[in-house]
């Protein structure tokens, strides 16, 4: 009997030494993975730099080179927004034996049969090799870029003044506020909204948060006590009167809720001033500024925003006008105005636009095995070196 007890005793210790060592293994495996996936990610963050480098250079030689003049073409979208790097697409193309180009991709039995300038690209030996030279290493990495320049600003308000007199119209504060609730009471959204009357109140809310006064604003400089009397509850974070530091500090504005703002969020940043890059935004962006400026511009003829004609039209005119070696924001104003039928230059659309973008987001996983890294990043490239590329935020995840 005790040597049965003593055996089952035995048992159970080597079991549990087995189960330990085990767990150990799986623990100490999962963080060696999730640092190689973490230095791929970094590995896709080094290799976007240079392709943004690049991508300066080769924009800066053709607006200065004598035949910029005759470039007809749209050359503002970025090459990394153009081009995401993947190491993923990499294997695939060159275990496959054929780099597709064109609509469709191609094979090189295709290559062949329209005499090898047709739909793909039959890789070489030395390709190959080249390639599996550079691949030799566990795991993927991929990296795509944004510029944030192409979003709406949040913190634009901060460098307003609620008070600020004019003449005649609206105040750039006012503007601004105008513009942003024409984006959200667009009717394509108006299901994420509980209550789209709130809107208005939303917007005045996100404004007040990161204005430098302390007063709620409305519109037409008119206050309407202290901007602490809508956040009341005990322990709520008051309004900070300066710059948001992270888009998600969006959230602790009242109004602010992931059944709209996550959807949207996209749409939005805190980087850059209050001027949207529309050679390099998304079409809702700048259909949605199209909109908002129309509204408030009684010499613009009347738009329908659910005919899509009026909208594919209008997209077209301001993206036509982004052709060129440097496009130049007045071009772009002066040609939408004309397609507004505004005239007299009395349209301010120029002064809500830039053709620029200094600041990008950008996204660069790693994996290896199941393990996935994520990191998430926004570089302020103004200056010609990399080296001296600002990193304004970095987060992983």
């Not at 062949?112 to 890789?123: D, R």
């Not at 230059?345 to 600041?359: H, K, N, P, Y």
């Amino acid at each position: 009997m005790m040597v049965l007890s003593a055996i089952m005793l035995l048992s159970m210790i080597i079991l549990e030494f087995v189960y330990s060592s085990n767990v150990n293994y799986q623990i100490a495996n999962n963080e060696k993975e999730r640092l190689q996936a973490y230095y791929l990610a970094q590995s896709a963050l080094n290799l976007m730099k240079i392709e943004m480098k690049i991508d300066k250079q080769v924009k800066s030689a053709i607006a200065s080179s004598p035949i910029a003049s005759q470039i007809n073409i749209d050359l503002s979208q970025p090459m990394c927004q153009q081009f995401p790097f993947s190491t993923g697409l990499l294997r695939a193309f060159f275990i496959g034996g054929v780099i597709p180009s064109g609509e469709g991709g191609g094979n090189e039995e295709g290559a062949k049969e329209e005499g090898g300038e047709g739909k793909g690209k039959s890789v070489t030996f030395m390709d190959s090799e080249k390639a599996q030279e550079f691949l030799a290493f566990d795991g993927d990495f991929e990296g795509s870029c944004t510029p944030e320049e192409g979003k709406f600003n949040l913190n634009y308000f901060a460098a307003l003044d609620p008070a600020q007199q004019t003449l005649s119209g609206s105040s750039q504060y006012d503007t601004y506020k105008k513009i942003l609730t024409g984006v959200l009471k667009n009717e394509k959204y108006k299901k994420l909204f509980d209550k789209p009357e709130a809107i208005d109140s939303i917007v005045q809310n996100i404004a007040d948060w990161v204005d430098k006064n302390d007063q709620i604003n409305e519109l037409g400089n008119v206050t309407k006590g202290l901007e602490t009397s809508v956040y009341k509850e005990t322990g709520r974070q008051q309004p900070r009167n300066s710059k948001m530091l992270s888009l998600a500090e969006a959230y602790l504005v009242e109004g602010v809720d992931d059944k709209w703002f996550l959807p949207l969020e996209d749409m939005f940043t805190i980087y850059g001033d209050s001027k949207i890059n529309v050679c390099q935004a998304d079409d809702e962006v700048v259909w949605a500024l199209i909109l908002a400026y129309a509204s408030q511009n009684p010499n613009a003829v009347p738009i329908n925003p659910k005919n899509p004609d009026a909208k594919k039209n209008l997209l077209d005119v301001v993206k036509d006008s982004c052709a060129g070696a440097q496009p130049q924001a007045s071009k772009i104003a002066q040609d939408l105005d004309t397609a507004l039928g505004i005239t007299g230059g009395g349209g301010s659309f120029a002064s809500l636009i830039t053709t620029e973008s200094r600041f990008y987001s950008l996204k660069l996983t790693g994996q290896v095995g199941d393990t996935v890294v994520n990191i998430k990043t926004v570089l302020d490239i103004k200056d010609t070196d990399p080296k001296k590329w600002k990193l304004l935020y970095y987060k992983v995840y």
